[in-house]
């Protein structure tokens, strides 16, 4: 009997032991965060949103005393990257620096594995970049309005570049080309830097681009800036007319960027990571460096973001689904 009562007493024990183990796998060890937090994007190395998400990174260790790892999984217009974020656990140490392409994804394709909107928590907005019609200085047109008279006059035969099919300079592109009624040739190029390479190189007479990484190309002659974009001139770059002004009255389209989790993040880690975006975007050589790189800062509550990404997804789904956009080839 007594052998009995303890090999019960073990078993017990043991059981116990076990399940306090597993438990104690399942939950986090300690406060966020504990290990390296991964940030993820849709693109290639060396274009503005993975900039962006380096300078982000840079800030992790005196904020948070560890690394951020930046990582990018480019191909279909973001969207790989996209649902690797959707897919992962919101526990802080997997986000997303979400760029404004991701709007059109809805509208591009019959059927995500995610939600554009609901499966995203966003965090804060963090810049944004007037886009810029950019052009090879020996195109044929020096002005906008030379292009854009040059576009009716030869329907089809001048080529844009942009990062892809669905990317915002593509949808820059669509939607400029819908107000002004001219038809251009898309040459689609696999992000990062690419279609600025193109141009420069002469690959392509013109790029609809993020003037993002652009200034210093402008600035030495590499490239030409026919027009922004935004519905206003370019603080940073003032002799640079705006399309609304010459063109195209309203015109108004501009590239953003934001960070993002899983939806489900936990409130207080969204907290602390909008505190850092906040406080990042506050330091003189933060602004400075956003406006070499021609973007401005803006900074919102969780809220404000989660309320822009819902309204931009709808404006573009429009937009894609009236042009007939078709979606990027896998």
């Known amino acids: ?33 504990n290990r390296p937090v991964k ?26 005393g560890q690394q951020a790892i930046v990582e990018g999984k480019p191909g279909a217009g973001g969207t790989i990257g996209a649902n690797f974020v959707a897919k992962a656990e919101p526990d802080g140490y997997t986000l997303f620096l979400m760029a404004s392409g991701h709007s059109a994804a809805p509208g591009l394709y019959k059927s995500l594995p995610f939600d554009a909107v609901t499966d995203f928590t966003m965090i804060s907005m963090v810049a944004r970049s007037p886009f810029a019609i950019i052009a090879n200085p020996d195109a ?9 008279q040059q576009a009716k006059a030869q329907p089809g035969k001048i080529d844009y570049g942009s990062g892809g099919t669905g990317s915002g300079m593509h949808l820059a592109a669509v939607l400029f080309q819908a107000r002004s009624g001219v038809q251009l040739t898309h040459v689609p190029y696999k992000g990062g830097n690419a279609p600025a390479l193109a141009v420069m190189a002469g690959e392509v007479p ?21 027009a922004v974009t935004s ?24 590239a953003w960027y934001a960070l993002a989790g899983p939806k489900n993040l936990p409130p207080a880690i ?3 990571l909008n505190e850092m975006v906040q406080t990042t975007l506050r330091r003189p ?13 803006w900074a919102t509550s969780a809220a404000e973001a989660q309320a822009f990404l819902r309204t931009d997804v709808a404006r573009w789904t429009r ?7 078709a979606p990027p080839p896998n």
């Open 231 to 254: 519905g206003t001139r370019f603080a940073a770059m003032p002799s640079i007319p705006t399309v609304a002004e010459t063109v195209l009255p309203d015109f108004d389209v501009s």
């Open 1 to 33: 009997m007594t052998t009995f009562i303890l090999r019960r007493a073990i078993l017990g024990a043991a059981l116990v032991l076990g399940a306090a183990s597993a438990l104690g796998q399942a939950a986090p060890t300690g406060p966020w965060p």
């Open 270 to 272: 969204v907290s602390r």
């Open 140 to 148: 044929p047109f020096k002005t906008v309005q030379e292009f854009m």
């Open 285 to 297: 050589e933060i602004m400075q460096t956003l406006k070499l790189q021609a973007a401005e800062p």
């Open 319 to 325: 937009v894609v689904r009236e042009e007939n956009i």
């Open 206 to 226: 013109v790029i609809f681009t993020s003037l993002a990484g652009m200034s210093g190309h402008i600035e030495s002659g590499k490239v030409r800036a026919l």
């Open 39 to 64: 940030i993820v994007h849709g693109f290639t190395p060396g274009g503005p949103v993975d900039a962006l998400a380096r300078l982000l990174a840079a800030q992790f260790p005196e904020t948070f």
